[in-house]
């Protein structure tokens, strides 16, 4: 099966501690993507790499790095979370094919901040 | 910056009805892709456009570069048709970064 994969599905935490989530594209896209959908459901790209490297990255608080091994894979950490993190957390993938790059989305990692 | 604006909010259709949705772009935009986002939160890809028209099932998009808009036609509802959909769109000005601006999104309702 080819899609995109994140880990946890759901992760509660108290601030100021430190989490990360996992995100596998096995799509050979050669792009990947974070977006921060808030609760009142507004999606906001967080950062996008290429090829692992960096191309986006929006105005994101330093707590939040994304971390890429390879060009499958794009980890999001964040360092000391606080109660406005609490969002769901969706990686995507794309690849230029055919003069189209459609985004593909995971199902998402929901954060809960106590 | 990039700002796409979506109508309406929220929309309920009976079983068997269509309707519309639009986007209205402030910027120009490269391409436009549509979603629907399912009860288990999962963005399930409906169409990517970079212009004219697309159309599969009872789904049918729109995108107007040159005018700054996008539509998407639901046609004869179905209950599993009920979500929130989004419209996102790829800013000409950001060249090699292929960022989506999002819409605000449309809750749709399907009544039986």
């Known amino acids: 099966e080819t899609a995109v994969f994140q880990t946890p599905n759901y992760h509660v935490t108290q601030v100021g501690n430190e989490v990360s989530f996992n995100c596998k594209q096995t799509?050979?896209?050669?792009?990947m993507y974070w977006y921060k959908q808030d609760s009142k459901k507004l999606l906001k790209i967080m950062f996008s790499y290429n090829n692992k490297q960096l191309i986006v990255n929006e105005t994101v608080p330093r707590r939040f790095s994304p971390q890429s091994s390879d060009k499958a894979h794009l980890n999001l950490r964040i360092k000391s979370v606080e109660p406005e993190d609490s969002a769901v957390y969706l990686c995507a993938s794309s690849s230029w094919t055919g003069g189209e790059d459609t985004q593909y989305f995971g199902p998402g990692t929901r954060l809960l901040v106590l | 910056g990039d700002q796409v604006e979506q109508s309406p909010s929220a929309l309920s259709l009976h079983e068997g009805t269509g309707s519309a949705l639009r986007c209205n772009f402030t910027t120009t935009m490269r391409a436009v892709q549509w979603f629907q986002q399912n009860s288990r939160g999962s963005l399930i890809n409906l169409f990517y456009?970079?212009?004219g028209t697309k159309e599969n099932g009872r789904l049918k998009s729109t995108f107007n570069s040159k005018e700054s808009y996008s539509t998407l036609h639901i046609r004869d509802a179905q209950l599993e048709d009920s979500g929130t959909y989004f419209c996102?769109?790829?800013?000409?000005?950001?060249?090699?970064?292929?960022?989506?601006?999002f819409g605000q999104g449309t809750v749709l309702s399907v009544i039986p």
């Open positions: 799509l050979g896209h050669d792009t």
């Open positions: 996102a769109a790829e800013s000409v000005a950001t060249g090699g970064n292929n960022k989506l601006t």
């Open positions: 456009l970079a212009s």
